[in-house]
């Protein structure tokens, strides 16, 4: 009995040791699982740090409607503005361009050329080609509204893991100023102009009015779209002479005149030609090259604003004109254009 009474009594007294040993163990685990090391997120490099890429929906900005596209061979000139939003960084806002992607950026003053990342949306205050961040734009040594060309490129992983962290990308082969004076002849007087048929699809419409009719086109640019979309479009740049203006070498040297000399006998008048079709072989910032372009395919010389279009016709059918264009081509101007008459 008293054996049994012993036994009894300690197993009496285990039941609360027994009773805790679960919250024992317990806050054992608790205390483990705090001392453990925290895993931190992966975060994303290579490539995939620059995914997905967004796109977005259309927009407008001052009367202009943008679409945003995935472009791969987009390459353009115009005018620079700075977004402060981008601070140290090197980096940029666009009207078009996926976000993010990346595009070099030269000045048409210096030729310097750099390497951006393209982040954000805009400008939207202004139809300038591209807004810089004040870095950036230190970087290029530009100024607000200075002329630029922004080229869309695909840099090594090493050039972009230094612009995702806000650094600079290594230096890049400056611009030759032969290249930048033929560039700087295609700059508009604002806004930007296309220098491939790529960059076309992105390029800006204007919107029509409450009336419905639509704002009339400024077609004084060197780089200009056909009337017709059937018509080819040429992608050689033009080149300089030896006076630096903008004017495309003749291929051919001797053709037919586009439009036949007069008669020396008097021919009877005809009334004007309305609503007819001209032709446009480029707009030059001197008179004196337009001139000589007008001599050598027989056209005259129409100014708009600081530049000098040269054209010829008018002709009363597309017809005519296209044949007119042909020849306009063969004489070496291959951006010759087909216009409507106004």
Do not use: W
Request: with cysteine.
């Amino acid at each position: 009995m008293i054996l049994r009474n012993k036994e009894t009594v300690a197993v009496g007294g285990m039941k609360p040791i027994l009773q805790l040993l679960p919250v024992v163990l317990l806050a054992g685990c608790a205390a483990a699982s705090s001392n453990a090391p925290q895993i931190a997120p992966i975060p994303r490099t290579g490539p995939a740090a620059d995914y997905p890429m967004v796109v977005g929906d259309p927009y407008s900005v001052q009367g202009m409607l943008y679409t945003p596209q995935d472009v791969m061979n987009y390459d353009e000139v115009g005018y620079v503005a700075l977004d402060p939003a981008g601070g140290a960084t090197i980096s940029a806002e666009h009207h078009t361009l996926p976000l993010p992607s990346y595009v070099e950026v030269t000045s048409l003053d210096t030729g310097r050329t750099i390497l951006v990342r393209v982040e954000r949306r805009g400008p939207m205050q202004s139809k300038d080609l591209i807004g810089l961040s004040p870095g950036a734009m230190e970087q290029l040594g530009s100024e607000i509204g200075g002329p630029v060309r922004v080229r869309r490129v695909n840099p090594p992983e090493e050039s972009r893991a230094l612009l995702r962290r806000g650094g600079q990308a290594g230096k890049r082969m400056d611009t030759p100023m032969s290249l930048v004076e033929v560039l700087r002849r295609r700059l508009p007087e604002s806004g930007s102009v296309p220098l491939n048929e790529e960059s076309e699809k992105a390029a800006p419409l204007p919107i029509r009015d409450e009336t419905g009719s639509k704002p009339e086109k400024d077609d004084s640019a060197a780089v200009i779209r056909n009337v017709d979309p059937d018509l080819p479009s040429a992608a050689e740049p033009p080149e300089n002479d030896s006076s630096g203006d903008f004017v495309s070498r003749p291929i051919v040297q001797a053709v037919q005149p586009v439009r036949a000399a007069a008669s020396q006998s008097a021919a009877p008048a005809t009334a004007p030609i309305e609503n007819g079709f001209i032709v446009q072989a480029g707009a030059y910032s001197r008179k004196a090259g337009a001139e000589q372009v007008a001599s050598d395919i027989d056209g005259f010389i129409s100014p708009s604003g600081s530049l000098y279009r040269v054209r010829t016709g008018p002709f009363k059918t597309r017809a005519e004109a296209q044949s007119a264009l042909a020849k306009v081509k063969a004489a070496g101007y291959s951006d010759a254009r087909i216009y409507r008459q106004n």
